[in-house]
């Protein structure tokens, strides 16, 4: 499973629908809108876009913290990080992602209804500047003790993502590494063919 969490800030070139679109056609499996910056009103109509796009590659729209987002457009999924997560799992009728960081977020996230999770971060990355990577321990610790798929993010890239799926993820996550590449197709491709290989 290939992820791609958006940020339209990191484009280069072309827009955040060429991007998820090449990304798509590359081999991501999920879209992640992840623009937290923006209002309701102003994410409504790009996740509406999205999701029209994604819809003919029968690629799900997963809604970052957006909830009213996530259930007026009906999305395929929405995700929330674990300190948002409430005790109970949000009334939406679709799949729950939460991001976790440890062993314990992890645990409860899956006992609070998750249906997948995203861990990290696993390599040093910009988008986390002076934080510790955790290394794929993490994956390894988490997989042995949640039934739900481990998803792994922060600094995979086309280098370093064997050594992510070979401690037992069931995928990885990409933002800088796909939204911020010149040829977002290839990038993604790479990525994919990488997790195909493994398989």
Not at 22 to 44: F, Q, S, T
Not at 116 to 123: D, E, K, P, R
């Amino acid at each position: 499973m290939l992820y791609l969490i958006t940020n339209r800030k990191l484009i280069k070139s072309g827009n955040i629908y060429s991007v998820v679109q090449n990304a798509v056609m590359g081999g991501v499996d999920r879209i992640i809108l992840r623009e937290k910056d923006l209002p309701y009103k102003k994410l409504l109509p790009i996740a509406a876009i999205l999701k029209s796009i994604l819809s003919t590659y029968g690629v799900p729209l997963i809604i970052n913290s957006s909830l009213e987002t996530a259930l007026a457009l009906n999305a395929e999924g929405f995700h929330i990080g674990f300190t948002n997560l409430p005790k109970e799992k949000p009334v939406f009728n679709g799949l729950l992602g939460v991001s976790v960081h440890n062993l314990q977020e992890a645990v409860l996230a899956e006992k609070y209804g998750a249906d997948y999770l995203l861990a990290g971060h696993i390599f040093e990355t910009n988008s986390k500047k002076g934080l510790k990577p955790k290394g794929i321990e993490l994956i390894k610790t988490i997989k042995e003790k949640v039934s739900i798929p481990v998803i792994a993010l922060g600094g995979i890239n086309d280098e370093n993502i064997l050594e992510v799926l070979s401690v037992g993820a069931d995928g990885i996550a990409v933002m800088s590494y796909i939204m911020a590449s010149s040829n977002p197709f290839n990038s993604a491709k790479k990525l994919k063919d990488k997790i195909n290989m493994h398989r």
